[in-house]
């Protein structure tokens, strides 16, 4: 079941500029997890766009939950890693999942991210699911960092 659904979209000058100014590492810290600035590391050249698009699914997520990035979930308390394919995966902290009064392992988030030459757009969706009775059932991935 659909628990919720959030979508973001932003212009890439605005993230070039911040990238460009005096602020880039704090904004970079800000917003980015230690896993993330690694990743970032490997694309430096398209620079702005991934940071953009990182931005854009936790501006998303955080639409998802009806909460918006504050005390409830912080832009660290998400993190948006590709997986073995490329594909964007989003896990919420274990202490952000407390905070919503939410168990971990009943939800899993589907993002995707797009990019057209002046804009990122990401959308989320939170998937609010049963736990399987049978074992082995693997087909849900991490839900927490």
Known sequence: MIYGIGHDIL?????TRLLNGKSKDRFLQRVLTPAELAV??????RM???VA???AVKEAVVKA???GIGRTI???DIEVLPDAHGKPHACVSEAAWNRLGLPSDSYHIHVSISHQPSLASAQ???EHRQRA?????????????
């Open 65 to 67: 939950f009806g909460t």
């Open 40 to 45: 970032l590391k490997q694309r430096e050249t």
């Open 124 to 126: 989320a969706i939170v």
């Open 53 to 55: 698009g990182r931005f």
């Open 11 to 15: 212009e890439l000058d605005r993230v």
């Open 133 to 145: 009775a049978r074992s082995g059932d693997d087909s849900s991935a991490p839900a927490a960092l």
């Open 48 to 50: 702005a766009e991934w």
């Open 74 to 76: 912080g832009f660290l």
